[in-house]
């Protein structure tokens, strides 16, 4: 199952990861990105790692 990693030292809360994968990627009151699962079924993987690819500071990775 990809597991997702986030880089909050690099987020810049530019929200783009948010826009297609709403129910992945989240803000928080600082404007840092937050997990709202850990792990995305096999399924889900092409849109998660296109919304992780939209991260203009590379923030988002999808790992094995
Ligand atoms: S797109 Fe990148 S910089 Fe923007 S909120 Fe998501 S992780 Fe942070």
Same mark, same amino acid.
């Given at each position: 199952?990809?597991?997702? /990693? +986030?880089?909050?030292? +690099?987020?810049q809360g530019y929200?783009?990861?948010?826009?297609?994968?709403?129910?992945?990627?989240?803000i928080?009151?600082?404007g /840092?990105?937050?997990?709202? @699962?850990? @792990? /995305?079924?096999? $399924?889900?993987? +092409?849109? #998660?790692?296109?919304?992780?690819? $939209?991260?203009? #500071? $590379?923030?988002? $990775? /999808?790992?094995?």
């Amino acid at each position: 199952m990809p597991r997702l /990693v +986030a880089d909050v030292e +690099a987020c810049q809360g530019y929200g783009n990861c948010i826009t297609g994968a709403s129910d992945v990627f989240d803000i928080d009151d600082d404007g /840092v990105v937050v997990l709202l @699962k850990e @792990k /995305v079924p096999e $399924s889900d993987r +092409a849109r #998660v790692e296109e919304a992780a690819r $939209s991260c203009p #500071v $590379s923030a988002l $990775s /999808v790992e094995d």
